[in-house]
């Protein structure tokens, strides 16, 4: 942005920005999806974010189209919200430990990519559809109904599954240590 000048003057100036944002935000997903892969072994989280992979994957292509409906070339401008975000969660898992609680981990700063994507396609869609260009907002619309689903999968395992097995695993651990904690003073005593 200029000293002098402001980069956004109209609603399609937003638009195409806030596409070149998300165009950005999925190609990074689509590096990242395969290290949390990694990171998860119960089947149905490994399942779904495999699916999820390749769904970002046509979530990238169908950008693709919404930029050749514009006549521009897609281009991905660096978003620092993203970046943020998946910098974050491989924090928050790399200072995790135990499968459940990393999976936990794996979960929530999947649901935040997910999340940060649902408020920028919501706002994508609302501004083609005031701009009058509904074929701009099917290729969108679909990518936002693949990420409010993958949101609510990741939700349905979580609290099925990995939130209770994370929590008996840290109320064990912190069992042990308490017990360990408890000989060594007797120890000292
Ligand atoms: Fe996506
Ligand atoms: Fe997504």
């Not at 002098?4 to 070149?20: A, N, V």
């Not at 924090?91 to 609680?101: A, Q």
């Not at 990420?147 to 349905?156: I, P, R, V």
């Amino acid at each position: 942005m200029g000293l002098f000048t402001r980069d956004f003057k109209s609603l399609e100036d937003l638009f195409l920005h806030g596409l070149q944002d998300i165009y950005y935000a999925e190609q990074q997903i689509v590096k990242t999806l395969p290290d949390l892969i990694e990171q998860v072994s119960t089947s149905e989280l490994k399942q779904g974010l495999k699916e999820h992979l390749k769904q970002s994957q046509n979530h990238v292509w169908r950008l693709e189209i919404v930029f050749a409906a514009l006549g521009e070339k897609p281009k991905g401008v660096r978003c620092k919200g993203i970046d943020g975000i998946l910098s974050e969660g491989n924090e928050l898992i790399g200072n995790s430990e135990g499968r459940s609680v990393i999976e936990a981990a794996v979960i929530a700063s999947a649901q935040a990519v997910e999340h940060y994507e649902i408020t920028r396609y919501g706002d994508l869609i609302a501004w083609a559809q005031e701009m009058g260009r509904k074929d701009l907002v099917k290729p969108l619309r679909e990518n936002l109904r693949e990420e409010k689903a993958a949101d609510k999968k990741l939700t349905s395992v979580a609290q099925a599954k990995i939130n209770k097995k994370a929590d008996k695993t840290s109320r064990r651990g912190a069992r042990c240590t308490r017990s360990r904690t408890k000989s060594a003073t007797a120890l000292a005593a």
